[in-house]
């Protein structure tokens, strides 16, 4: 698609926790948060998304329940739990310290 942005190796699971930070989602419902916060420049697929939050609900970041969608079907939901809160506050900051960096190298032009 023209106008998106590859996804660089070891953002989805920031992405996907940062999504979870104000509220539950399902799986779809992320996909399409981040695509919308993003301006469309970002899209996650499916075969990358589902496999992420099965080692997210591994590590135990995030949890899962099972609720009704917006269109009334049974879907999962997905929610940071305390860790997952901790593990985004330092990946927030690492990456924040790496776009600085990637900054400044890339200003030195």
Same mark, same amino acid.
């Given at each position: 698609?023209? &106008? /998106?942005?590859? *996804? +660089?190796? &070891? /953002?989805?699971? *920031? +992405?996907?926790?940062?999504?979870?930070? +104000?509220?539950?989602?399902?799986?779809?419902?992320?996909?399409?948060?981040?695509?919308?916060?993003?301006?469309e420049a970002l899209h996650i697929q499916q075969g990358s998304l589902y496999p992420a939050l099965r080692r997210l609900e591994r590590r135990v970041w995030i949890k899962a329940h099972w609720g009704v969608s917006e269109i009334n079907r049974g879907a999962k939901y997905y929610e940071l739990t305390k860790n997952g809160r901790r593990q985004l506050e330092l990946e927030k900051d690492a990456w924040l310290k790496l776009t600085a960096a990637m900054a400044q190298v890339l200003g030195m032009a």
């Open positions: 698609m023209a &106008g /998106t942005i590859e *996804l +660089l190796q &070891g /953002t989805l699971d *920031l +992405l996907i926790l940062q999504t979870f930070a +104000l509220v539950a989602l399902h799986g779809w419902a992320i996909s399409e948060r981040v695509q919308q916060i993003s301006s």
